[in-house]
């Protein structure tokens, strides 16, 4: 068990955004979040490594390798991130200070973490970019120079630097089109299979829900209203919300929604 | 070197401003150089004999009203006038900025108390606040300094504080977080480099504001004292003797004009030159 989340709760001064959730994340996994906006997804996986603004109180426990990720002190969780668990998010603009090269990112977060060799840094900063098929010249480019795609994949590249353990992805293909979200959860899933991180896949797209997720829980409101693997919850939904989510979202070819009987065929 | 004369010549008019502003400031240079080493008169020895001389071989610019050579006064009260200033905009700056940025970064009390403190400054005009405290602490140039610092260094806390607001919602904030980074090493590395273009336009354009401020308070008898060379109070020395030696109130009204203009060539080249985005495009 990577990740376990224990009756948390989000509320500001007049609500509660996020009701008692708990689900757990194991080895391996490709856990995928799903609900619709303002369900509070984002807001709980902020929570885990305490991303959170100050005026929103969370209660409840996050345990990862046993370790209550709420209980630490600032200076411990900041040890942790980066790490043990990183975030990949939406806004690929974003994501690169936008007057420091790619590379000096890479540099930085390496050194924070005691890699002391500049040469050692370098070394691995390109790998990391090649992992995610990038050249080693964008290394000495600036954040606008590069397209969404790239810079979404140098994201990846970025979160997987210090091999987590888990890497929170928060709806990273929202912002991009289609074709170069394709790749980048391709790419994404060819990293897992190397590294063997767990993942928090945060999304509301069905398509990659049926085709990367192993396990998967519904939000609602705030509330986790159902929770398991893939294939039981796609082709034996109990809840009447996730009816109502996979019938929005119809595929062409007949047979289980999960996929799961063309998975066996082939 | 290729590629920066390859980027003067693309943008003629910057090119010009740049140079002649730049002119201005080694001449500035030259005059100060002059007036520390190779000064040939005595910038207070009064010769009440050879007063309101015009131009001659020994003094270029004539004598004022006191026999003392202008032109000595003329650069010593350069160095006096911009070097307070300097000494003004730097002390400002370097308390406006940090606490901007510790405000704009930390937020929630620390921000409110900064906020509350930041009104209170502001509250006041410079003259007014300028005015009082002179007249508390007695007519001089340190005290108009400490009064302009009083009052300028909001205008920075707040003008940081406003522009590292907003870039600390972004996302690169969050992933510098996320990866371990500390909050020094962010507001140092990845917040600071931001503001730097903004506050090197306001400084330069406050640099002639500053000047100005100095050498009005000179002149109205609150700032620098005679026998000081400073250009305000030598325009208000030269006032009585307008009509019969105007060129004497030309010389200073010349040199604070010409310096407030280069601080805003200054400025605007600032502006231009820390766009990242604009350097690599050209």
């Known amino acids: ?266 | 070197m290729n590629r920066f004369a390859g980027r003067l010549l693309k943008n003629r008019k910057q090119t010009i401003q740049v140079g002649i502003a730049l002119i201005f400031v080694v001449m500035i240079f030259i005059g100060i150089f002059y007036a520390f080493f190779i000064l040939k008169h005595d910038p207070y020895l009064t010769n009440l004999s050879g007063r309101l001389q015009s131009m001659s071989l020994q003094h270029p610019l004539g004598t004022d009203h006191l026999g003392r050579d202008v032109f000595t006064r003329l650069l010593l009260g350069g160095q006096q006038t911009i070097g307070y200033s300097l000494l003004a905009l730097v002390t400002a700056v370097s308390i406006g900025v940090p606490l901007g940025i510790i405000a704009g970064y930390k937020g929630g009390i620390v921000d409110r108390l900064f906020m509350r403190i930041a009104d209170g400054f502001l509250a006041f005009p410079d003259t007014i606040v300028a005015i009082v405290l002179v007249g508390l602490l007695g007519p001089s140039i340190s005290n108009l300094i400490l009064a302009i610092i009083l009052v300028k260094w909001v205008n920075y806390a707040r003008l940081v504080r406003s522009t590292v607001l907003s870039e600390a919602q972004k996302e690169y904030i969050l992933i510098a977080r996320i990866n371990g980074l500390s909050a020094g090493k962010i507001m140092k590395k990845h917040l600071f480099p931001h503001i730097v273009g903004h506050v090197l336009v306001l400084a330069s354009l406050d640099l002639g504001k500053i000047i100005l401020l100095i050498s009005a308070f000179s002149y109205i008898g609150l700032g620098a004292q005679p026998p000081m060379p400073e250009w305000g109070a030598m325009l208000n020395d030269s006032r009585a003797y307008f009509q019969s030696m105007p060129e004497l109130m030309f010389y200073p009204g010349l040199a604070i004009v010409s310096v407030v203009l280069i601080t805003n060539m200054l400025g605007d080249y600032f502006r231009d030159r820390f766009d990242v985005k604009k350097e690599v495009n050209q």
Request: net charge positive.
């Open chain 1, 1 to 266: 068990m990577i990740l376990s989340i224990d009756e948390v709760s989000i509320r500001n001064q007049n609500k509660i955004i996020v009701d008692q959730v708990s689900l757990t994340i194991r080895e391996g996994d490709w856990f995928a979040l799903v609900g619709e906006s303002g369900s509070g997804k984002s807001l709980l996986s902020q929570s885990i490594g305490q991303l959170l603004p100050a005026q929103l109180q969370v209660e409840g426990s996050v345990f990862f390798k046993e370790q209550d990720l709420l209980k630490l002190s600032a200076k411990e969780i900041r040890k942790l991130r980066g790490k043990n668990v990183a975030y990949i998010f939406q806004d690929y603009q974003g994501s690169f200070t936008p007057f420091r090269k790619i590379g000096e990112h890479f540099d930085e977060y390496l050194k924070v973490h005691g890699f002391s060799s500049k040469k050692l840094r370098y070394k691995q900063a390109i790998e990391a970019l090649e992992s995610v098929g990038l050249a080693e010249e964008l290394y000495h480019r600036y954040p606008f120079q590069l397209s969404g795609g790239q810079l979404q994949r140098a994201a990846i590249a970025l979160a997987l630097l210090l091999s987590p353990d888990l890497v929170i992805a928060d709806e990273i293909t929202t912002a991009l089109d289609s074709v170069s979200g394709h790749r980048v959860l391709e790419m994404l899933a060819k990293r897992q299979k190397e590294t063997g991180c767990s993942i928090l896949f945060i999304t509301h797209d069905w398509r990659v829900v049926r085709r990367y997720a192993n396990k998967l829980a519904i939000m609602k409101d705030g509330k986790i209203v159902e929770s398991g693997g893939k294939h039981r919850i796609l082709d034996h939904p109990q809840h009447q919300y996730t009816k109502q989510l996979i019938k929005s979202a119809p595929i062409l070819e007949k047979g289980l929604p999960s996929g799961l009987d063309r998975e066996m065929k082939s």
